[in-house]
């Protein structure tokens, strides 16, 4: 806000010539006493007095006038500056208020769409693992036949080794029988 001036009307300031209290004979002694005592009359006190409390004239009232007007706008500037910054702390406080509103909304929103990305992932992760036992239990099944094989295997190889006597004479008799 910005202060604006106050334009004053130019006065000149004179002390108004002090008026005459008697006829003219008081007012010559008044004026000869007045030499005499060096501005000590009861005209010159009456002025000093009146100047003392700042009523020494129409100037002064003028003067004394457009203060009053100076302070009051100057009191004004104040009060609409206390009024400017009281609404600006409301509307802070407003602003304040609705952002805190909406980052706690757009929190919720986030911290849902968090938990849809984790149960869209649980269900992967489900499938995934689902399959792995799948795969777990299939490797189980074909390594219980391998060893059924191994086993049958082995006790093929067992029969053959406690044999070779009685094959040698087999194949003796089958290679004869081919040579015939």
């Given at each position: 806000m910005e202060l604006q001036g106050v334009d004053l009307p130019h006065v000149e300031c004179k002390d108004p010539e002090p008026q005459p209290l008697g006829d003219s004979k008081e007012r010559q002694q008044d004026e000869?006493?007045?030499?005499?005592?060096?501005?000590?009359g009861p005209a010159s006190a009456n002025r000093q007095l009146m100047m003392l409390e700042g009523k020494s004239g129409p100037?002064?009232?003028?003067?004394?006038?457009r203060i009053d007007i100076l302070k009051k706008r100057a009191q004004d500037l104040i009060e609409n500056i206390n009024e400017s910054r009281q609404k600006d702390h409301a509307l802070m406080t407003n602003f304040r208020d609705s952002l805190k509103i909406?980052?706690?909304?757009?929190?919720?929103?986030?911290?849902?769409?968090?938990?849809?990305?984790?149960?869209?992932?649980?269900?992967?992760?489900?499938?995934?693992?689902?399959?792995?036992?799948?795969?777990m239990a299939k490797?189980?099944?074909?390594?219980?036949?391998?060893?059924?094989?191994?086993?049958?295997?082995?006790?093929?190889?067992?029969?053959?080794?406690?044999?070779?006597?009685?094959?040698?004479?087999e194949e003796e008799q089958t290679h004869r029988d081919g040579e015939s």
């Amino acid at each position: 806000m910005e202060l604006q001036g106050v334009d004053l009307p130019h006065v000149e300031c004179k002390d108004p010539e002090p008026q005459p209290l008697g006829d003219s004979k008081e007012r010559q002694q008044d004026e000869e006493s007045g030499e005499e005592e060096a501005g000590r009359g009861p005209a010159s006190a009456n002025r000093q007095l009146m100047m003392l409390e700042g009523k020494s004239g129409p100037c002064f009232s003028s003067l004394d006038s457009r203060i009053d007007i100076l302070k009051k706008r100057a009191q004004d500037l104040i009060e609409n500056i206390n009024e400017s910054r009281q609404k600006d702390h409301a509307l802070m406080t407003n602003f304040r208020d609705s952002l805190k509103i909406k980052v706690s909304d757009l929190t919720e929103k986030l911290e849902e769409r968090m938990y849809q990305i984790y149960n869209h992932h649980n269900k992967i992760i489900q499938e995934k693992l689902q399959e792995f036992t799948q795969k777990m239990a299939k490797i189980s099944h074909l390594e219980t036949e391998l060893k059924q094989v191994c086993h049958t295997v082995e006790t093929v190889y067992k029969d053959l080794c406690i044999q070779p006597e009685a094959l040698t004479a087999e194949e003796e008799q089958t290679h004869r029988d081919g040579e015939s």
